[in-house]
């Protein structure tokens, strides 16, 4: 009977490994029935990318306690890489399947090494500094996607920062990646049952992370960073480990969303800092260092404006204010203490006093 | 355990949203499918709020079902909000009036339109969820989207589901390759070549400098294909400088360049926003090259408070202007300033077109309402090949089975703060 | 020759960086938060001048009041609405995310009234352009104009900080609020102060701004404002001498980096600049060093 005492945090586990099986069990029940807008099932897909990237992005802001607004940025990378090996491989690996594993490992590698580069110098900066650094990176990452001209053909690769014509592409030859205009056709491998798969390995990965000695180490390093280093934590090491597995899991991500979409373009909508601090909204609202709250957010903060579609033109500013509030009701000290004291949890339990 | 009792809050709500908003996919109606939900979101404000909007909107949504039956359903798609609203917004209003002014002469063939427009933000990925949108409100024809990209992701899923589209303003090649999709536009290389070729034999210059967005698929596009053409032309392009989305406010060093390399003519395949600027600091700078421009560049003159004696001689390629002479522009521009109470650019000509353009395909080709989405399609994409339509932004428009439409562009010069025609 | 004018060019343009950073860091100094609607604040400057005297006539001077005014009351009813009740909150990053929220409610209250159209601001400016080297080399009104602005206001923040009284309350309340508050001093006065005078430079830098780059949307100020907050980080944020520095500095290698590198790449140019910068001062050219204890 030793195996039913789990400790509280498997049992945190699980209940977030449940909510998310729950709700991929409810979605394909009623894909199968039939019983689901076409607005919600082309939805189910990104909101698999953005829960990654609110997960993901949680590890950096949650658990090693640094400021990042370049997250959109490493999903870029991902995504690019992502949907380039599968433009290049499309009629070489015929089974699609096995071409998108290729692509996802590919794309969160790539978005992995980007941010072991990109974190080894800045790492060593702190609070506001770090986050202006990493909205830098974003920043260029995404400027250099958008003149970066590649094509192919019988003699192999071209590269050009210019112009697709100045490629020297001949005949045959097929722009790949054609600056601002990014890739078109990539083929639409992406689905639900890959993304949860997705998201579970993400949680599998963060949250074995966080509970293990090397999370505690990290977790440490956000509660007092000289105290860290004085017991001998290796800090630059923790750092970017925690921080490249983050950047590794939006290249995951950047890969489902570019596999979703026919054409993928590097606009500050999508990669910009916007984004970024989208994600970083995500993280914020469902509490920092809160796996299970960066879902949530993730999924509510994705369905709002498109719930709020039939306001037609006022959908936006309700958006703006519906965050507003829901950051007031979440973090405001006084309205925490006002929602303890009249919590349903409580009055429950003062009527059972009273009886 | 706080966090725990907030988080287990937001999850039991979430679900509610999303079980909710599901609820509703059976009925017809999106918009009452958002108003239900909205009032779970545990915010009182914004439900007192958005009772009061909604009601407001009331006036301005499609006409009811009419009692002679069935209805088309026209969906339309843009950017009602971000940097590119006005592109969008035009697009919700050229093709509202178009859809007024037919309902109110007894529809197409005596059935009425149904109209909804979504808003896209300029994403690809929001530009899909808003045509997922309309697929649930029961779209039959989409209108849209309105640029480039978005227009590229939509049609992947509009050949998807064999759903009829025409893209006012989309005007990449990459828009059409789905035979399901047509352009009310010129596409982009077409723009380019036009332009190098109009500069190149009437001689309007020597030495060409060209300022573009390498950040836009619209810009970047006709700034390729124009500089691909120049090299067949006796022109040369001493000097192509490009500007970013984000890096949009200062152009002294593109036109410094320009004017150091001895421009005599600077071709602007960008939108009028940045154009106005362009034309502002070239002044500044005592630089006064000509300027030459593509349809991008329509509405400089209708920029509120610009002072048009900057935009004195620009040539621009364009189908479509707010000044021209014609009557179906004048009645087209009144009524548009009427209703909306702005002067309409090129995209809302574009996509009153587009609504008519679907008019006269519906009625060569006999599709009814009570069609599958599919069997619309199937008969619009035959008819289309063969109507002729007079439109603001062009004459007698024709369509190739590949999408890409056959009109004349015009050339036009800003003369005494007027469109005039040149030949 | 070119190049003196593109050092000219970018000093003009870092002028308006400078002017916006100027309101920023102050903000950030004293209230030690990221103001992200600020950017925005400048864009309702921007529109009420435009709204006074391009649509109704009146007199600039008159329209620039009005937008100050407007723009300080606006200022004290975002921190008193959106940023108070979160400043005891358990992370500083909550007020970071509203502030994101009230500059998306900012931009899409602009697009309701204003509607999407572009506006060409007249520029309120009347100080003539200078002329050097045979018109070669142009210096244009509002460049001069920013630029005093900008001196002015420093010289006037640092005398106001330093010698006043509610300026020494400020610098209390951004060394240890809990100990300011121990003194007597009012701590939500001061910082409704603090945002009050960060608005109303506000609302000068949107006067300035649409003045040098005279095209008006409500999208106007948000660039603008990440640049400026790229330049406030550059001189070290919270120090007021320093975002006038960054926001120069800024400007001009924007515009050599364009002119000179490549022009599409001018933003990486910028931000890789910014990199090596805080790479080698980790706290900005003018920015302090924080010890840390434990």
Do not use: C, H, K, Y
């Given at each position: 009977m030793k195996g039913l005492k789990l400790s509280k945090n498997v049992k945190d586990n699980l209940i977030t490994y449940g909510i998310v099986i729950l709700a991929y069990l409810i979605m394909e029940i009623m894909i199968k029935t039939g019983h689901i807008s076409s607005l919600l099932q082309g939805l189910l897909v990104p909101l698999c990318v953005y829960v990654i990237l609110a997960v993901s992005l949680n590890l950096t802001v949650?658990?090693?306690g640094e400021l990042s607004l370049g997250h959109a940025g490493f999903m870029c990378v991902g995504a690019f890489a992502g949907a380039f090996f599968s433009r290049y491989m499309q009629d070489v690996i015929e089974v699609s399947l096995l071409r998108f594993v290729i692509a996802i490992l590919i794309g969160a590698l790539s978005a992995g090494i980007v941010g072991f580069l990109i974190g080894m110098?800045?790492?060593?900066l702190r609070g506001d500094y770090l986050a202006i650094v990493t909205l830098a990176f974003g920043e260029i990452i995404k400027n250099i996607i958008n003149v970066l001209y590649v094509g192919k053909d019988a003699n192999g690769l071209h590269f050009s920062t210019k112009d697709s014509m100045s490629l020297g592409l001949m005949e045959d030859g097929d722009v790949i990646i054609n600056g601002a205009q990014g890739i078109t056709g990539t083929p639409k491998d992406a689905t639900f049952t890959i993304g949860i798969i997705l998201i579970i390995i993400t949680l599998v990965i963060v949250l074995n992370l966080i509970h293990s000695r090397d999370g505690r180490a990290i977790m440490s390093i956000r509660d007092n960073l000289i105290a860290a280093e004085s017991v001998g934590i290796n800090i630059t090491k923790y750092k970017l480990m925690a921080f490249s597995v983050s950047a590794a899991l939006a290249g995951m991500a950047g890969v489902l969303y570019s596999h979703n979409l026919s054409s993928l373009m590097a606009t500050p909508k999508n990669f910009g800092y916007n984004m970024s601090i989208m994600i970083l909204v995500f993280v914020v609202l469902g509490g920092i260092g809160n796996i299970r709250g960066s879902i949530i957010s993730a999924v509510i903060l994705t369905l709002l404006p498109e719930l709020l579609r039939g306001l037609s033109n006022y959908r936006m500013l309700i958006y703006s204010i519906v965050l507003i509030v829901m950051m007031l009701f979440n973090w405001s000290p006084k309205l925490i203490n006002l929602r303890k004291k009249y919590s349903l949890k409580r009055l429950l339990k003062k009527t059972g006093e009273v009886q | 355990m706080k966090k725990k009792v907030v988080s287990l809050l937001l999850a039991a709500s979430m679900m509610t949203v999303m079980l909710a908003g599901c609820g509703n996919?059976?009925?017809?109606?999106?918009?009452s499918g958002s108003v239900g939900t909205q009032e779970e979101s545990s915010d009182a404000d914004a439900a007192e709020t958005e009772t009061e909007t909604n009601t407001d909107e009331g006036s301005d949504a499609a006409p009811a079902a009419d009692a002679s039956g069935a209805v088309y359903k026209i969906g339309a798609i843009g950017p009602a909000t971000g940097g590119a609203a006005v592109y969008g917004i035009a697009v919700q209003n050229g093709a509202d009036l178009a859809i007024k002014e037919i309902n109110e002469a007894g529809g197409i063939n005596g059935h009425m339109i149904e109209y909804n427009f979504q808003d896209d933000e300029c994403d690809n990925e929001k530009s899909v969820n808003a045509y997922n949108t309309l697929k649930d409100w029961g779209m039959q024809m989409l209108v849209g989207s309105t640029t480039s990209g978005c227009s590229i992701a939509v049609s992947a899923e509009s050949a998807n589901d064999n759903l009829f589209q025409l893209t006012p303003s989309g005007s990449s090649v990459d828009c059409i390759t789905n035979d399901n999709v047509f352009q009310v536009c010129f596409t982009d290389p077409n723009q380019g070549v036009g332009a190098a070729q109009y500069i190149g034999s009437n001689g309007v210059a020597e030495k060409v400098a060209v300022i573009y967005d390498s950040s836009d698929v619209y810009s970047s596009g006709i700034y390729e294909k124009f500089a691909g053409e120049a090299a067949n032309q006796p022109f040369e392009i001493v000097s192509s400088e490009a500007f970013t989305a984000d890096n949009k406010t200062d152009f002294s060093v593109q036109l410094q360049k320009a004017k150091d390399a001895g421009a005599e003519l600077i071709f602007l395949p960008i939108y009028y926003t940045e154009a106005s600027l362009i034309l502002t600091q070239a002044n500044a700078m005592g630089y006064e090259p000509e300027f030459f421009g593509c349809d991008g560049l329509d509405g400089i003159l209708n920029v509120e408070n610009f002072d048009t004696a900057l935009a004195e001689g620009v040539m621009l390629l364009t189908?479509?202007?707010?000044?021209?002479?014609d009557e179906a522009t004048k009645a087209f521009v009144s009524a548009y300033e009427a209703a909306y109470g702005d002067t309409p650019n090129q995209f809302a000509a574009d996509a009153y077109d587009a609504v008519y353009i679907i008019k006269a395909a519906i009625e060569k080709s006999g599709a009814a309402p009570e069609d599958s989405v599919s069997d619309i399609c199937d008969k619009l994409k035959a008819a289309m090949t063969e109507i002729s339509v007079d439109g603001l932004t062009g004459e007698a428009m024709s369509w190739e089975a590949g999408g890409a439409v056959n009109k004349e562009p015009k050339a036009m010069e800003i003369v005494n703060g007027n469109y005039a025609l040149i030949q | 020759m070119s190049f003196i004018s593109y050092l000219i060019n970018g000093i003009s343009l870092g002028s308006v960086y400078a002017i916006i950073a100027l309101g920023y860091t102050m903000v950030y100094g004293i209230a030690k938060m990221l103001n992200f609607a600020h950017g925005d604040v400048i864009m309702v400057g921007g529109f009420t001048i435009f709204f006074a005297v391009?649509?109704?006539?009146?007199p600039p001077m008159i329209g620039i009041l009005l937008a100050v005014v407007l723009c300080t009351l606006l200022g004290i009813t975002i921190e008193y609405i959106a940023y108070r009740p979160l400043?005891?909150?358990?992370?500083?990053?909550a007020v970071l995310i509203t502030a994101i929220g009230v500059s998306y409610f900012l931009q899409n209250m602009a697009l309701l009234i204003f509607g999407a159209n572009t506006k060409a601001f007249t520029s309120v400016v009347t100080v003539p352009a200078i002329k050097l080297a045979e018109g070669q080399i142009i210096i244009s009104g509002e460049t001069i104009v920013t630029i005093i602005s900008c001196i002015v206001i420093m010289i006037g923040l640092t005398l106001f900080i330093n010698k006043t009284k509610a300026g020494q309350a400020m610098l209390a309340v951004s060394e240890d609020k809990g100990a300011a508050q121990l003194m007597g001093i009012n701590v939500n006065g001061t910082i409704s102060l603090t945002f009050a005078i960060g608005s109303a430079l506000a609302a000068i830098a949107g006067m300035l701004l649409c003045s040098a780059y005279p095209s008006l949307t409500p999208y106007t100020g948000s660039m603008p404002g990440i640049k400026a907050f790229v330049a406030a980080v550059f001189g070290g944020i919270g120090s007021i001498p320093g975002a006038l520095i960054g926001g120069i500095v800024l400007g001009v290698i924007e515009i050599l980096g364009k002119a000179y590198i490549s022009s599409q790449m001018a933003d990486a140019i910028v931000f890789l600049v910014l990199i090596v910068v805080l790479l080698v001062k980790p706290t900005g050219i003018l920015g302090k060093k924080i010890q840390e204890k434990v």
């Open positions: 949650g658990i090693l110098p800045v790492l060593r | 996919s059976g009925s017809s109606d999106a918009g189908p479509f202007a707010a000044d021209a002479e | 391009s649509m109704q006539g009146l400043r005891q909150a358990a992370s500083s990053l």
